[in-house]
């Protein structure tokens, strides 16, 4: 059974970074890459970016280019997401997503909520 | 960048009602579309993929149709645990969203 269990709620400054940990299990990690989507309050999903958990590859929503970073860990099945330079219009919930391919995202994290407050 | 637009942005339905959701996408996109239900505090969920192919798990009372730029939505009687929020999307985009409630 596919799992993808994420990190807990952040409350964060702006300015400051937060890191956001995706742990897979249930299928080949490998074979799927990951994408991250965050749905600010009242809002609709917003994607933000995909990694290969083969290769690692990247590929970054242009508005977030720079600021957010997707790394993976094969050998903890976990992908991460950490969005710097954090603004008030950060507060969102963020989700994991597998992608199973043309970006069909077919299983998801349960959500982390991230808050930026001063 | 595909702009995608749902209609309507809500609606009131009774359970056992047939109910269609609208996609258009700003260029075509082929048969590229999928659609996800949403409910208050969860994730959202895969129903339909490529236009019309129904995700494992997914009651058949859900349907998708459309290629190019139109898509369409159907669930064909509307049951107590179909009230929420549903998405289109295509490859990295998200339309608004159509909210169906309780009548």
């Known amino acids: 059974q596919v799992h993808l269990v994420q990190s807990g709620a952040e409350v964060k400054k702006p300015g400051a970074s937060v890191k956001v940990s995706c742990q897979a299990s249930?299928?080949?990690?490998?074979?799927?890459?990951i994408s991250w989507v965050r749905q600010a309050p009242g809002r609709g999903p917003e994607w933000m970016g995909w990694?290969?958990?083969?290769?690692?590859?990247?590929n970054y929503a242009h508005k977030l280019q720079g600021r957010v970073f997707m790394t993976t860990d094969t050998s903890t099945r976990t992908v991460y997401m950490e969005l710097r330079s954090l603004r008030s219009d950060d507060t969102a919930v963020y989700y994991c997503?597998?992608?199973?391919?043309?970006?069909?995202?077919?299983?998801w994290g349960q959500g982390s909520t991230v808050i930026v407050s001063s | 960048d595909i702009q995608m637009t749902q209609s309507p942005s809500s609606l009131s339905a009774s359970v056992g009602d047939r109910v269609t959701i609208t996609c258009r996408a700003s260029?075509?996109?082929?048969?590229?579309l999928n659609w996800y239900q949403q409910k208050s505090g969860k994730a959202p969920k895969l129903l339909i993929y490529?236009?019309?192919s129904l995700q494992s798990g997914v009651p058949s009372r859900f349907s998708g149709s459309g290629s190019g730029t139109d898509f369409t939505l159907t669930i064909s009687s509307l049951q107590p645990e179909d009230f929420a929020t549903y998405y289109c999307?295509?490859?990295?985009?998200f339309g608004p969203g159509t909210k169906v409630d309780i009548k």
């Open positions: 260029q075509s996109i082929s048969n590229y």
């Open positions: 997503a597998r992608d199973s391919g043309n970006a069909v995202f077919d299983y």
């Open positions: 249930g299928y080949t990690y490998t074979s799927y890459g």
């Open positions: 490529a236009a019309s």
């Open positions: 990694i290969s958990a083969f290769n690692g590859n990247t």
């Open positions: 999307q295509q490859s990295y985009f």
